[in-house]
């Protein structure tokens, strides 16, 4: 080319990475890897080959992990844990900061073999990926170092078991290793198949930093050996990856008692508005959506434009698309690299070649070998599409048009996800109100992809629920610090062979939707006293019954758009009521249990005053990010919030429950206690007369034995709790995993009520974190 045609074209030359040194690491041990347990590399044993994918070109040998070293590396775990725990805040600080400076020194070769085994371009393993786990050791060596004075109340979990994806296999480390580890917990790390050797690589990094023996264990392998860890006696099971396999771990860990937390799969919209800057929004959105080949749990893939931009929008991104580089990802001037896998690239060609609507593939050259899929738009398609509905995991964008803001909320929220969204547009004002109608965790304003230590990451629905990063994910890695006893069940007082019945029945009727209801079945029970005394008839709820609570729940929404204020005056309403009614509350919990009630009933009374002035009280944060902007956490409402309340404090145990949770704007199905059923259905006269809007508190009695199926497998329901004595644990965490909502369940261990506040808030409310950069 003449100098001339050089600066016409303006095209970039090549700029390759060095890969000597990754090459060399790798042959220093033989091409052949064991796992790390107890602090050494094990023989290496019979297992797979890890490819480049850009290439073909066999890295090395990893070994199958089998079930007897998932317990091996649990054992070294369990024995490294106590001592880990007893260190101070300060020394577990030490190690992490250790931690962050090493991964630093060996940014580069750690960049440079991850580009090689999964394929990203080595620009986003050297300027994102890398300094990304250095900043999540370095931020949580300063959680380690505050969280024995911040969080006295709380002690480890004990062992963790983490399952991470190909994706960003050291990111996902880095997300899971540090928060575990500066909790005080140790533990065993399964990496994926097709991208070990980072994890590996750092595990041996881990030994120049002194860590002891034990605390960090990694065992390869592929979905056998995580399923081994599922299983295994783990205290904790942390996860990235697909959908389907969440739901499979949430049912493989019901009943357990293990902590689980889920970062799942995404469709995420990107949102642009007729206003937005559409040269900013598109290159947005080749980051949203190009950037790791579109291999991001949380990539913009639904492109939602306003229709009268839509044309000359679509048109832009186009010649955009066309001048996007694919090829070696170890070329510095590549924007597009490899597809992890074969099989991966063979299951978007699939589900691209399948689909219905109008497919624009970007006019650049492929390299001929290795698993390239060129960046592609879909247009189109309707709501109901496959593409629209699942998720791709490669370059594929699929694009709809809406006319109003709030149609883009409707075509936004149409889906089974709720992991992030991202919002275009000049007005902050519509942006803002737009954010929180957005079922999603995250939410970038006029940006996309922006992830910081400080702010949490995680998702809704399907998506899965818990959070990485900030105090709220450290959180997940830690348990109250006192003991609990174990719950033995009660029942109800059985009838008398000679029966005290009154001249009048009465039967207590449900509540739903603001309303006393005959439950469907139509049946009812007696209640009686510890002396024999027929105090009444309960109404037995089906699921029938579950469903029109529900529905009435959801009915209520707008309770979560009303003020904290006004949810404080509403609860302080319910308080003034119940003491007004102090003495007969008190009379019909002695008449149940045959315990006096006073003190029950007056601190029911001191509860509904707590979540009242927390109400408006209960704040979220601006967190110190690394960006001219702020990154807003949000505490919003779960939902709609089910809960099988505890027999052992009928009153207390269900104002525990609904009192924080409709303090944080979520509406309720309440399921009483089973034996002691009336102190419930005296309440709901409480809450006819305190301005409770209809559906917001609705009493379903019945069976927790019964009821909780339906509960749990509910589509509607986004969280549901249990504080029952039956033992329904186990069922509740597994039939929740229809739609993943969130669980809360005592194990059949008793609790001490009322619970303390911040820890129920908690689980009354999401964090969204909401990204406002600013400037021009």
């Known amino acids: 080319m003449t100098i001339k045609e050089i600066f016409d074209a303006m095209s970039y030359g090549p700029a ?158 880095a997300w899971k290793v540090a928060p575990a580890l500066a909790a005080g917990n140790t533990i065993v790390l399964k990496p994926a198949e097709y991208t070990p050797l980072t994890a590996l690589l750092f595990a041996e990094i881990s030994r120049e ?115 996007l580089r694919i090829g070696d990802p170890l070329d510095k001037c590549i924007d597009v690299g490899a597809v992890v896998d074969p099989i991966q690239l063979a299951t978007i060609t699939e589900m691209v070649n399948a689909s219905e609507g109008e497919v624009y593939r970007a006019n650049t050259p492929l390299p001929a070998q290795g698993c390239f899929y060129p960046p592609t738009l879909i247009t189109g398609l309707g709501s109901a599409s496959r593409l629209m509905q699942e998720e791709i995991f490669g370059p594929v964008l699929v694009s709809m048009t809406f006319r109003t803001p709030a149609e883009a909320v409707e075509l936004a929220n149409n889906t089974r996800y709720g992991l992030a969204a991202t919002v275009w547009t000049e007005n902050v004002n519509l942006a803002l109100d737009i954010a929180p109608k957005l079922k999603a965790g995250v939410v970038w304003v006029n940006a996309t992809n922006l992830f910081d230590a400080a702010a949490g990451f995680g998702g809704v629905r399907e998506s899965g629920f818990g959070r990485e990063g900030g105090w709220e994910g450290l959180m997940a890695y830690l348990k109250p610090r006192a003991a609990t006893k174990a719950l033995k069940p009660v029942a109800p007082f059985p009838e008398p062979a000679t029966p005290e019945a009154p001249a009048l029945d009465r039967t207590a009727k449900l509540f739903v939707g603001g309303k006393q209801a005959r439950p469907d079945g139509g049946y009812s029970r007696p209640v009686w006293s510890a002396k024999g005394k027929l105090l009444g008839h309960v109404g037995i709820g089906n699921r029938k019954d579950i469903r029109n609570a529900v529905e009435a729940a959801h009915a209520a929404k707008g309770w979560a758009k009303t003020t904290g204020h006004t949810r404080a005056q509403i609860l302080y309403y319910m308080a003034e009521n119940l003491s007004a ?48 902007g702020v990154a807003l956490a949000m505490n919003e409402p779960c939902g709609v919030i089910a809960a099988l309340c505890p027999d052992e404090a009928p009153l207390l145990g269900l104002v525990s429950l609904m009192a924080p949770a409709i303090a944080m704007g979520n509406t ?44 749990a497998g509910h589509m509607d329901i986004d969280a549901l709790w249990s504080f029952s004595s039956a033992p329904v644990s186990k069922l509740v965490e597994e039939e929740s995993a229809t739609n993943l909502k969130r669980t809360w369940v005592n194990n059949g261990r008793a609790t001490a009520f009322p619970i303390p506040a911040k820890t129920i808030l908690a689980q009354a409310t999401e964090v969204k974190t909401i990204w406002i950069p600013y400037g021009e």
Not at 238 to 265: N, P, Q, Y
Not at 676 to 699: C, H, K, M, R, W
Request: proline content about 6%; overall charge neutral; glycine content about 10%.
């Open 16 to 173: 390759p990475e060095g890969n000597a040194e990754a090459k060399a690491w790798i042959a220093k041990h033989g091409g052949s890897f064991g796992h790390f347990i107890d602090g050494q590399f094990t023989k290496a044993g019979a297992g797979f080959a890890t490819a480049n994918p850009a290439t073909g070109e066999p890295l090395a040998t990893v070994t199958q992990g089998t079930a007897d070293d998932v317990a091996t590396a649990v054992a070294a775990a369990r024995r490294a844990q106590p001592k880990w725990a007893a260190l101070s805040g300060h020394q577990r600080a030490r190690y992490l900061y250790a931690l962050a400076r090493l991964t630093q020194k060996h940014a580069r070769l750690l960049a440079v073999l991850e580009t090689m085994d999964n394929g990203k371009p080595i620009r986003e393993s050297r300027d994102i990926d890398i300094p990304l786990v250095t900043r999540h050791f370095y931020y949580h060596a300063g959680l380690a170092q505050l969280a024995p004075t911040e969080l006295p109340d709380h002690a480890p979990l004990g062992v963790v078991g983490a399952v991470i994806p190909w994706n960003f296999p050291l990111l996902m480390l």
């Open 209 to 323: 930093a002194g860590l002891p023996k034990g605390v960090l264990n990694v065992v390869t392998g592929d979905g056998d050996t995580g399923a081994a860890l599922v299983a295994s006696p783990v205290d904790k099971i942390a996860f990235t990856g697909s959908t389907a396999v969440g739901k499979a771990i949430r049912r493989a860990t019901a009943g357990t008692g293990k902590a689980l937390t889920l970062e799942l799969g995404g469709k995420s919209p990107y949102i642009v508005f007729d206003d937005a800057d559409v040269d900013s929004a598109i290159e947005g959105l080749v980051d949203a959506i190009w950037f790791n080949q579109g291999q991001v749990c949380c990539a913009g893939s639904r492109l939602l434009v306003q229709e009268g931009i839509a044309p000359r929008f679509h048109e832009k991104l186009k010649r955009r698309m066309d001048g």
């Open 581 to 628: 009614r102090a003495e007969e509350f008190a009379r019909r919990l002695r008449d149940m249990t045959g315990k006096a009630g006073e003190a029950e009933v007056a601190q029911s009374i001191d509860t509904l005053f707590t979540h009242a002035a927390w109400a408006d009280k209960y704040d979220g944060a601006a967190k110190s990010v690394p960006i001219r």
């Open 668 to 711: 309720t199905v309440l399921v009483p206690s089973d034996p002691f059923p009336l102190a419930a259905t005296d309440f709901y006269q409480v809450l006819e007369t305190s301005d409770v809007p209809a559906g917001v508190v609705n009493i379903v009695t019945g069976s927790h034995t019964e009821l909780a199926k339906p509960l």
